[in-house]
């Protein structure tokens, strides 16, 4: 039996996301949305590339969340993206609202699924999911720490005129602007950047990481980056579903790690079959704990805003 995929909100991220599982004939996918006939639309599209590019899936379109029934993994995109101008955080009390449905939805027909958030303020609504939903924090997932790091990674190739396969990045903390990207973790190679560049080199990469999705919003003029969330979050699915035991930047509820509690927030994982399998704590200098402590700041008032 193959897997299934439920991917909740068809819009450019979700339909993207679609497009890499079915690529990479990860499972049966089911898009959802609440525009009548446009998941429809795009699934059958989608099937219909299935002979060219030699998938043979199931992918369905629908505005009924039966027909996500028993889903293995549910990825949850729905939601508004940013204007030009606005951060991550103005999104929260209208995206709180379509998250917080989807969830019970989700859980309804799915209890023993995997959730993975995409919908911004990205750290916020991972907390949201995890109060609402009641599930262990194994299962409740947030997509962000990949793609700041592939951000990162594309930076660091194009400054050395490297291939990006051979960049590693690390970036934690928060989903905003506060993010925490980390030279001294960060190589091509296996050698850190910090030896292979200058150091205003190296603050020019970090400040252009941390504003890389404003970047791409002002560029769009409407709507937000959508090829390379998507494609995190394909990693992601493939990450659990093939149980790769995969180490990879994600956001999840702390209870202590990092000194953090009750907090959603972005910290390497090893993600398996069973979803979050580890919460990898790694060394920080005094300096990297700060600008962690600042980023923890600025989510937990979002997440305070929420009131649950
Ligand atoms: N249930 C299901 N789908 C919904 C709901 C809901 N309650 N509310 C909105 N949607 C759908 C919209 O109809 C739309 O098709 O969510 C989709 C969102 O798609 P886009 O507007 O294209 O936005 P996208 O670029 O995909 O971004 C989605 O991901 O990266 C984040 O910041 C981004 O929060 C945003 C989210």
């Known amino acids: 039996m193959r897997n299934k995929i439920s991917i909740v909100g ?4 979700g339909a993207t996301a679609a497009h890499w599982c079915a690529v990479k004939e990860l499972g049966d996918v089911v898009l959802v949305d609440i525009v009548e006939g446009m998941p429809q639309g795009k699934a059958l599209d989608l099937l219909e590339a299935g002979p060219i590019q030699g998938y043979d899936l199931n992918i369905l379109g629908t505005n009924d969340y039966a027909d996500t029934a028993n889903s293995d993994i549910v990825v949850v995109t729905a939601g508004l993206p940013r204007k030009p101008g606005m951060t991550r955080e103005d999104l929260v009390g209208t995206n709180a609202k379509i998250v917080g449905g989807v969830i019970e939805n989700v859980v309804k027909h799915s209890p023993n699924a995997i959730i993975i958030l995409v919908t911004n303020p990205l750290d916020t609504m991972v907390y949201l999911a995890y109060k609402k939903s009641g599930l262990p924090r194994e299962r409740i997932i947030g997509q962000a720490g990949i793609l700041d ?9 194009m400054e050395l005129n490297v291939s990006v396969e051979n960049t ?4 934690m903390g928060g989903h905003g602007d506060e ?5 001294r973790y960060s190589t091509v190679a296996g050698i850190p950047i910090t030896q292979l560049m200058p150091p205003d080199r190296v603050e020019a990469i970090v400040q252009r990481t941390r504003k890389g999705g404003g970047e791409i919003v002002s560029l769009l003029k409407q709507g937000s980056a959508f090829f390379a969330p998507s494609a995190a979050t394909m990693q992601m699915v493939e990450a659990i579903l ?12 702390l209870q202590g790690e990092y000194g953090l509690d009750d907090i959603c927030f972005g910290v390497p994982v090893k993600l398996g079959r069973n979803g979050v ?6 060394e920080l200098t005094a300096e990297e ?5 600042k980023s923890a700041e600025l989510i937990r008032s979002s997440m305070e805003a929420l009131q649950l």
Do not use: N, W
Not at 242 to 253: E, G, T
């Open 10 to 13: 068809a819009g450019f991220v």
């Open 149 to 157: 790091s592939a951000r990162m990674r594309t930076f660091i190739a």
């Open 168 to 171: 590693h990045a690390f970036v």
């Open 179 to 183: 993010m925490v990207p980390l030279p």
């Open 242 to 253: 093939k149980d790769r035991q995969m180490i990879l930047p994600c956001s999840v509820y």
């Open 277 to 282: 399998e580890q919460i990898l704590e790694i």
């Open 289 to 293: 704990q700060e600008g962690l402590s």
